[in-house]
């Protein structure tokens, strides 16, 4: 039989309102020892409150959604880039005593249907794209932090108008893009190519302003963009045969560039003296690569915990106004997969 908070208190020799407040993180003026000795009551009886009961009564759920955006109905939890934002959120939720719920989002339908089963604090979105932002903004009734969400300048001054809290962390995109591939051209090379994952060239992203820091590098070092050195993740076949016309690529993500390199070496055409490769995010990894792997940090898992910072002073700060833009620069590491020309 299940253990109720009444028991707790009477087993600790407290009330039932100091069990709740140490269960709700409020127990300031509770000792530390009566705190450690209610947890270790908890501990014992394997206790977990009623979210559902506790949101009725409190009209909070200290439950924050996350919500992961793609066009595939699994997520993808081998890519490191998921795993860290989720381990910084993880980290700073059980901080704030906050519970998460992780789901894979593909439609509109998908939002609705999470809504409508749980109640949330709020929300944090990943990788949500700008056309997608703009069909479940108003949707979604709650504060939400977006983590690599790009806007054009049109849809900013819409999101002003909104309801709900809405705010944004992500690197700055076309600056990094710009640093990965002005690194290489200071290294000599003059036949630098772009391999990313498919994305759409007349809309704002992630991606889109790596690619638009690459073409303004390249500009300034004086060297002539080629739009046949721009490669998509299902084009590894086709950058094979294109070896001989260049000696570097800027790849949009560590994982992405780790599946290449294997490829070459799988089919025999890897030589780290030829072609160079620098990624990003720094994955864990990245160092234990065979070269390892030059790369820009971008701190996935200090998004997740800025984005979980950013939604608690949201719920617990409604009335003060606060930064909605997270600006998060990118740092370049030196290792041995990209190699000079002199």
């Known amino acids: 039989m299940k253990i109720t908070i ?16 140490v269960i709700n993180k409020k127990a300031h003026r509770v000792s530390a020892d009566k705190i450690k000795l209610i947890e270790s009551i908890m501990k ?37 880039f998921v795993t860290e934002i989720l381990e910084g959120i993880e980290k700073k939720a059980k901080e704030y005593g906050y ?39 108003h949707k979604i009734q709650a504060p939400v932090i977006f983590i690599d ?12 108008t909104s309801k709900w809290e809405r705010c944004f962390i992500h690197t700055d995109d076309k600056k990094v893009g710009y640093q990965a591939t002005d690194y ?44 046949r050195l721009s490669f998509t993740s299902f084009e590894f076949e086709k950058i094979v045969t294109q070896l001989d016309k260049i000696t570097a690529l800027v790849v949009t993500a560590d994982f992405l560039a780790v599946e290449f390199i294997h490829y070459l070496k799988e089919n025999h055409c890897y030589d780290p003296k030829h072609i160079s490769i620098i990624g990003f995010d720094d994955i864990r990894y990245a160092k234990l ?11 996935q898992v200090r998004k997740g915990e800025l984005a979980v910072d950013v939604l608690a002073s949201r719920t617990t700060n409604k009335e003060t106004e606060q930064e909605k833009n997270f600006i998060l620069p990118g740092e370049l590491i030196e290792r041995e997969s990209v190699m000079k020309r002199t």
């Open 289 to 299: 690569m065979d070269p390892p792997l030059t790369t820009i940090r971008l701190d």
């Open 184 to 227: 290489l051209a200071n290294c000599g090379h003059e036949q630098i190519g772009f391999l990313s994952y498919p994305f759409k060239i007349d809309a704002t992203g992630v991606i889109h302003n790596r690619f638009e820091g690459y073409k303004q590098a390249l500009a300034e070092h004086g060297l002539q963009y080629d739009d």
């Open 6 to 21: 009444k028991q707790i208190a009477e087993e600790s020799g407290v009330s039932v309102t100091t069990v709740s407040n």
């Open 149 to 160: 969400t790009h806007l054009s300048e049109e849809t900013k001054q819409e999101v002003k």
């Open 99 to 137: 519970f998460t719920l992780i789901h894979n989002i593909t439609s509109v339908e998908d939002v609705e249907a999470v809504q409508m089963n749980w109640k949330f604090e709020g929300f944090i979105a990943v990788g949500v794209s700008e056309s997608f932002f703009a069909a479940i903004d």
């Open 44 to 80: 014992k009886y394997n206790y977990t409150p009623n979210m559902n009961a506790r949101s009725l009564v409190k009209s909070s759920s200290r439950l924050i959604g996350l919500l992961y955006y793609s066009e595939n109905e699994r997520i993808n939890f081998a890519d490191p």
